[in-house]
Protein backbone atom coordinates (compact mmCIF):
# COMPACT_ATOMS: atom_id res chain seq x y z
CA UNK A 1 0.00 0.00 0.00
CA UNK A 2 2.54 2.77 -1.24
CA UNK A 3 0.45 5.90 -1.06
CA UNK A 4 1.85 9.96 -0.51
CA UNK A 5 -1.04 11.27 1.30
CA UNK A 6 -3.92 9.64 3.30
CA UNK A 7 -7.04 11.99 4.09
CA UNK A 8 -9.87 10.86 6.41
CA UNK A 9 -12.93 11.64 7.30
CA UNK A 10 -13.35 13.53 10.71
CA UNK A 11 -16.20 12.48 12.53
CA UNK A 12 -17.03 8.93 12.67
CA UNK A 13 -13.46 7.76 11.68
CA UNK A 14 -11.23 9.87 13.75
CA UNK A 15 -13.53 11.53 16.42
CA UNK A 16 -16.60 9.08 18.29
CA UNK A 17 -19.65 11.15 17.02
CA UNK A 18 -22.07 9.12 18.00
CA UNK A 19 -20.61 9.08 21.79
CA UNK A 20 -20.75 13.30 21.67
CA UNK A 21 -23.81 13.38 19.94
CA UNK A 22 -25.65 11.00 21.75
CA UNK A 23 -24.65 12.86 25.15
CA UNK A 24 -25.44 15.56 24.24
CA UNK A 25 -29.05 15.12 23.13
CA UNK A 26 -29.54 12.84 26.01
CA UNK A 27 -28.33 15.75 28.28
CA UNK A 28 -30.38 18.60 26.69
CA UNK A 29 -33.66 16.38 26.91
CA UNK A 30 -32.85 15.74 30.86
CA UNK A 31 -33.01 19.42 31.50
CA UNK A 32 -36.89 19.01 29.68
CA UNK A 33 -37.36 15.94 31.58
CA UNK A 34 -37.45 13.94 28.59
CA UNK A 35 -34.99 10.48 29.19
CA UNK A 36 -33.39 9.38 25.87
CA UNK A 37 -31.01 6.60 25.18
CA UNK A 38 -27.99 6.96 23.15
CA UNK A 39 -29.14 3.53 21.02
CA UNK A 40 -32.65 5.55 19.94
CA UNK A 41 -30.89 9.00 19.85
CA UNK A 42 -28.26 7.90 17.31
CA UNK A 43 -30.58 5.66 15.18
CA UNK A 44 -32.68 8.87 14.79
CA UNK A 45 -29.77 10.94 14.13
CA UNK A 46 -28.52 8.68 11.40
CA UNK A 47 -32.58 8.95 9.57
CA UNK A 48 -32.28 12.88 9.93
CA UNK A 49 -29.32 13.82 9.22
CA UNK A 50 -28.69 13.18 5.30
CA UNK A 51 -32.22 14.81 4.38
CA UNK A 52 -31.34 18.09 6.10
CA UNK A 53 -27.77 17.76 4.23
CA UNK A 54 -29.11 17.29 1.01
CA UNK A 55 -31.23 20.07 0.77
CA UNK A 56 -29.32 23.81 -0.22
CA UNK A 57 -25.92 24.26 1.13
CA UNK A 58 -26.37 25.76 4.52
CA UNK A 59 -23.67 25.98 7.26
CA UNK A 60 -23.02 23.19 9.72
CA UNK A 61 -24.50 24.63 12.32
CA UNK A 62 -27.50 25.23 10.99
CA UNK A 63 -27.76 21.58 9.95
CA UNK A 64 -27.13 20.48 13.34
CA UNK A 65 -29.40 22.86 15.00
CA UNK A 66 -32.01 21.73 12.52
CA UNK A 67 -31.44 17.57 12.73
CA UNK A 68 -31.39 18.29 16.38
CA UNK A 69 -35.12 19.49 16.11
CA UNK A 70 -35.91 16.19 13.59
CA UNK A 71 -34.77 13.70 16.54
CA UNK A 72 -36.96 15.18 18.74
CA UNK A 73 -39.89 15.19 16.74
CA UNK A 74 -38.86 12.05 16.19
CA UNK A 75 -38.36 10.64 20.16
CA UNK A 76 -41.36 12.76 21.30
CA UNK A 77 -39.47 15.75 22.45
CA UNK A 78 -40.72 19.29 22.26
CA UNK A 79 -37.38 20.95 21.19
CA UNK A 80 -37.58 24.76 20.17
CA UNK A 81 -35.39 26.20 17.59
CA UNK A 82 -33.87 28.16 19.94
CA UNK A 83 -32.52 25.65 22.40
CA UNK A 84 -31.30 23.50 19.54
CA UNK A 85 -28.05 24.90 19.43
CA UNK A 86 -26.74 22.76 22.44
CA UNK A 87 -25.49 20.41 19.85
CA UNK A 88 -23.45 22.78 17.80
CA UNK A 89 -21.85 23.71 20.67
CA UNK A 90 -21.17 20.57 21.89
CA UNK A 91 -18.71 19.64 19.06
CA UNK A 92 -15.32 20.56 20.59
CA UNK A 93 -16.16 18.07 23.61
CA UNK A 94 -16.88 14.94 21.12
CA UNK A 95 -13.89 13.00 21.84
CA UNK A 96 -11.53 11.72 19.98
CA UNK A 97 -11.62 7.50 19.29
CA UNK A 98 -8.51 5.65 21.35
CA UNK A 99 -6.70 4.36 18.09
CA UNK A 100 -6.99 8.01 16.47
CA UNK A 101 -3.94 9.95 17.59
CA UNK A 102 -1.49 6.44 18.13
CA UNK A 103 -2.28 5.91 14.31
CA UNK A 104 -1.92 9.47 13.53
CA UNK A 105 1.43 9.99 14.91
CA UNK A 106 2.79 6.91 13.19
CA UNK A 107 2.01 7.54 9.92
CA UNK A 108 2.88 11.16 10.14
CA UNK A 109 6.72 9.46 11.54
CA UNK A 110 6.15 7.03 8.64
CA UNK A 111 6.60 9.93 6.08
CA UNK A 112 2.42 9.97 5.40
CA UNK A 113 1.13 13.73 4.55
CA UNK A 114 -2.06 13.47 6.80
CA UNK A 115 -5.27 15.65 5.48
CA UNK A 116 -9.11 15.70 6.56
CA UNK A 117 -12.39 15.85 4.46
CA UNK A 118 -15.38 16.78 6.85
CA UNK A 119 -19.01 17.94 6.87
CA UNK A 120 -17.92 20.95 9.00
CA UNK A 121 -17.62 24.65 9.60
CA UNK A 122 -13.94 25.87 9.71
CA UNK A 123 -14.36 27.04 13.38
CA UNK A 124 -16.39 24.01 14.08
CA UNK A 125 -12.97 21.80 12.61
CA UNK A 126 -10.76 24.45 14.26
CA UNK A 127 -11.74 23.05 17.39
CA UNK A 128 -12.12 19.29 16.86
CA UNK A 129 -8.33 19.74 15.87
CA UNK A 130 -7.23 20.60 19.56
CA UNK A 131 -7.75 16.56 20.06
CA UNK A 132 -5.19 15.57 17.53
CA UNK A 133 -1.40 15.35 18.75
CA UNK A 134 -0.63 15.75 14.99
CA UNK A 135 -1.11 18.52 12.32
CA UNK A 136 -2.60 17.86 8.93
CA UNK A 137 -1.41 19.04 5.92
CA UNK A 138 -4.79 19.41 3.85
CA UNK A 139 -8.13 20.58 5.43
CA UNK A 140 -11.16 20.54 3.60
CA UNK A 141 -15.08 21.48 4.63
CA UNK A 142 -18.50 21.85 3.40
CA UNK A 143 -18.15 25.39 4.14
CA UNK A 144 -15.43 25.34 1.69
CA UNK A 145 -17.33 23.63 -1.08
CA UNK A 146 -20.75 25.13 -0.58
CA UNK A 147 -21.95 21.12 -0.44
CA UNK A 148 -21.82 17.52 1.98
CA UNK A 149 -20.16 14.34 1.15
CA UNK A 150 -21.42 12.42 -0.69
CA UNK A 151 -21.91 14.65 -2.97
CA UNK A 152 -18.09 15.41 -4.57
CA UNK A 153 -17.03 18.88 -3.86
CA UNK A 154 -14.38 17.87 -1.28
CA UNK A 155 -12.66 15.45 -3.18
CA UNK A 156 -12.79 17.36 -6.05
CA UNK A 157 -10.73 20.35 -3.73
CA UNK A 158 -8.51 17.34 -2.44
CA UNK A 159 -7.61 16.80 -5.83
CA UNK A 160 -6.95 19.88 -6.82
CA UNK A 161 -4.45 20.35 -3.83
CA UNK A 162 -3.15 17.09 -4.16
CA UNK A 163 -2.01 16.85 -7.33
CA UNK A 164 -0.58 13.23 -8.72
CA UNK A 165 0.58 12.00 -5.47
CA UNK A 166 -0.41 9.07 -4.37
CA UNK A 167 -3.64 9.29 -2.63
CA UNK A 168 -5.65 7.07 -0.09
CA UNK A 169 -8.85 8.04 1.53
CA UNK A 170 -9.93 6.65 4.90
CA UNK A 171 -13.47 6.93 6.37
CA UNK A 172 -16.17 4.89 8.18
CA UNK A 173 -19.12 6.34 6.29
CA UNK A 174 -20.29 4.16 3.32
CA UNK A 175 -22.77 6.38 2.15
CA UNK A 176 -20.61 9.65 2.80
CA UNK A 177 -17.16 8.84 1.74
CA UNK A 178 -16.86 5.06 0.40
CA UNK A 179 -19.31 5.21 -2.41
CA UNK A 180 -18.31 8.96 -3.47
CA UNK A 181 -14.96 7.76 -3.64
CA UNK A 182 -15.30 4.86 -5.80
CA UNK A 183 -17.76 6.83 -7.88
CA UNK A 184 -14.34 9.06 -8.57
CA UNK A 185 -11.98 6.36 -8.47
CA UNK A 186 -10.12 7.26 -5.62
CA UNK A 187 -8.61 4.33 -3.70
CA UNK A 188 -10.55 4.07 -0.88
CA UNK A 189 -9.86 2.29 3.17
CA UNK A 190 -12.99 1.56 5.03
CA UNK A 191 -12.56 1.78 8.79
CA UNK A 192 -15.68 -1.16 9.61
CA UNK A 193 -15.84 -0.29 13.23
CA UNK A 194 -19.39 -1.40 13.44
CA UNK A 195 -18.41 -4.48 11.66
CA UNK A 196 -21.07 -3.63 9.00
CA UNK A 197 -21.95 -5.42 5.66
CA UNK A 198 -21.18 -3.31 2.16
CA UNK A 199 -24.19 -2.43 0.42
CA UNK A 200 -24.60 -1.30 -3.80
CA UNK A 201 -21.93 -1.41 -6.14
CA UNK A 202 -19.16 0.49 -4.39
CA UNK A 203 -16.36 -1.63 -2.55
CA UNK A 204 -13.23 -0.40 -0.68
CA UNK A 205 -9.77 -0.78 -1.72
CA UNK A 206 -8.99 -1.96 1.75
CA UNK A 207 -11.12 -2.77 4.96
CA UNK A 208 -9.97 -2.58 8.45
CA UNK A 209 -11.75 -3.08 11.81
CA UNK A 210 -9.27 -0.30 13.34
CA UNK A 211 -7.23 2.72 12.27
CA UNK A 212 -4.30 0.64 13.79
CA UNK A 213 -5.03 -2.26 11.59
CA UNK A 214 -5.17 0.43 9.04
CA UNK A 215 -1.23 1.89 10.50
CA UNK A 216 0.18 -1.90 10.41
CA UNK A 217 -0.61 -2.12 6.43
CA UNK A 218 0.43 1.22 5.96
CA UNK A 219 3.70 1.31 7.89
CA UNK A 220 4.34 -1.88 8.36
Not at 4 to 25: M, R, S
Not at 96 to 110: G, I, R
Not at 181 to 198: D, H, Q, S, T
Request: hydrophobic letters at 40%.
Amino acid sequence: MDYDIVTFDCYGTLIDWETGIGEAIAAAARDDDVLLGRDQIVRAYHEVEPTVEAADYRPYKEVLRDTAIGVAQRLGWDLAAEQARFLADSVSRWPAFADTNPALEQMKASGYKLGVLSNVDDDLLRLTLNHFTVEFDLLVTAEQVRSYKPAHGHFQRARDAIGDKRWLHTAQSYFHDIVPACELGIPVAWVNRKAEAPWGEARADCEVATLNELTARLCG
